[in-house]
């Protein structure tokens, strides 16, 4: 039985790994909560990884945030992501794990890349200002990654995933990502009747969205790909790969499918005067789909799951 450690089990894409490794069965799950183990603390993660026996990792712990959090705490998002990366993928490899897999982010890539973004455009222009600190740490666990391939034959692999949503997400009405806020806001005002719900900016700039649950299919599909498929699709310093729908939709249909799925009966109206941002963000995910997977959950199912998952636990959930 494999003994598999899942870095930020308590968070959305952490725990949908957890989940899918527990319905797969055979798996010998470690976790560590942030009391027992500080992951920007490199001698604690050392000595955790020289006495639990490790086989495989799964790196999906981080520090994230949204565009405002980003902006305000660069040095936090920088510093943070870089250690815990660092710390735990080097003290993977002096505790012998063989198999690792970490978990970036879309916005490694060029603010004005080709669309739909392909690996291959890594490193190859400006990225956005406003989370270029966190994208250059996610750039940089790739490179580890990569590095320790090259130097040690290990086989440390990474994921680049499309913007996520699901169970466990953050549903802060302004301090979350686009889906996971305006599901509570579309909440609140079909609770308290409103005429309208202000979305911002044209509602044009279209986006490409993926269910966690799926990300977590992904993310175990590629661990356990054997190493001849994986570096047949890879490159050995451009090895990372996409997982996203490789489909996209505006935010005004975002906004309407969201509306339909809470029940809020007002307008929808678009607020021109704010900013839209990019035009387009959509992944190629040609890569992984040669390798045979691709993502199953629909945008309205995976939204109606979560708005369930959400009504369970809207109590309890942090702001």
Same mark, same amino acid.
């Given at each position: 039985m494999k003994r598999v450690f899942v870095? &930020?089990?308590?968070?959305?894409?952490?725990?949908?790994?957890v989940r899918r490794l527990v319905s797969l069965g055979g798996y010998d799950?470690?976790?560590?909560?942030?009391? $027992? +183990?500080?992951?920007?603390?490199?001698?604690m993660v050392a000595d955790f990884f020289a006495t639990q026996k490790i086989d495989e990792v799964y790196l999906a712990a981080a520090k994230v945030g949204g565009i405002v959090a980003n902006n305000s705490y660069p040095a936090d998002f920088i510093y943070e992501n870089l250690m815990i990366e660092c710390n735990i993928i080097h003290s993977a490899f002096k505790s012998g794990v063989q198999r690792?897999?970490?978990? %970036?982010?879309?916005?490694?890539?060029?603010?004005?890349?080709?669309?739909?973004?392909?690996?291959?455009?890594l490193l190859t222009g400006a990225l956005e200002p406003t989370n270029e600190p966190y994208a250059v740490a996610k750039i940089a666990g790739i490179k580890l990654c990569e590095?320790?391939?090259?130097?040690?034959?290990?086989?440390?692999?990474?994921?680049?995933?499309?913007?996520?949503?699901?169970?466990?997400?953050?549903?802060?009405?302004?301090n979350s990502h686009v889906i996971p806020a305006m599901m509570r806001r579309f909440h609140e005002a079909a609770k308290s009747n409103a005429a309208e719900v202000v979305v911002w900016g044209?509602?044009?700039?279209?986006?490409?969205? +993926?269910?966690?649950?799926?990300?977590?299919?992904?993310?175990?599909f590629v661990m356990n790909l054997d190493k001849e498929t994986y570096d047949a699709n890879t490159q050995l310093m451009l090895s990372h790969i996409n997982v996203g729908t490789g489909v996209d939709c505006t935010i005004a249909e975002l906004?309407?499918?969201?509306?339909?799925?809470?029940?809020?009966? &007002?307008?929808?109206?678009?607020?021109?005067?704010?900013?839209? %941002?990019?035009?387009?963000?959509?992944?190629?995910? $040609?890569?992984? &789909?040669?390798? &045979?997977?691709?993502?199953?959950?629909? +945008?309205?199912?995976g939204l109606r799951s979560t708005y369930a998952w959400f009504l369970k636990h809207e109590s309890d959930i942090r702001l």
């Open positions: 870095a &930020g089990h308590r968070g959305m894409v952490g725990s949908a790994i799950i470690v976790t560590a909560d942030r009391g $027992s +183990l500080d992951l920007l603390n490199q001698k690792l897999l970490f978990l %970036g982010s879309s916005c490694i890539y060029p603010k004005l890349a080709e669309q739909p973004m392909q690996e291959t455009a590095s320790y391939n090259r130097q040690y034959g290990v086989d440390y692999r990474s994921v680049m995933p499309t913007n996520l949503y699901g169970e466990n997400d953050n549903f802060h009405p302004e044209t509602g044009k700039p279209m986006r490409e969205f +993926l269910h966690v649950d799926d990300m977590a299919e992904a993310s175990v906004a309407h499918t969201l509306a339909k799925v809470v029940g809020f009966k &007002g307008e929808v109206v678009f607020d021109t005067s704010k900013p839209d %941002g990019a035009p387009r963000k959509l992944m190629d995910v $040609s890569r992984l &789909g040669a390798m &045979g997977w691709q993502a199953q959950t629909s +945008l309205e199912e």
